[in-house]
């Protein structure tokens, strides 16, 4: 299963390994589709491949850390 998400990051978790760590946890692979990250803001465009329960665990996870995420539907616009 795919989902494409956009990830808009805290301040305080920008230099956080936080995309590595719900690959590894919920055995999902990021596709990283665009990303623009300065010292204050960082943002991202994914597209995550897995299990369907992985996904929903790891878009939780990211939830609950304080990324704000948000499900893109259709084309990405690169």
Known sequence: M??????????HLIKE????T????YDVMPNIRRARVT???GEMVLE??????????GIRSL???GIEVELIEGDIIE
């Open 2 to 11: 795919k989902r494409r998400v956009k990830l808009t990051f805290p301040q």
């Open 17 to 20: 390994p936080v995309i590595f």
């Open 22 to 25: 719900m690959a590894k946890k």
């Open 39 to 41: 010292e204050t803001v």
């Open 48 to 57: 995550l491949n897995g299990e369907e329960e992985g996904l929903e665990k």
């Open 63 to 65: 939830k609950e850390q």
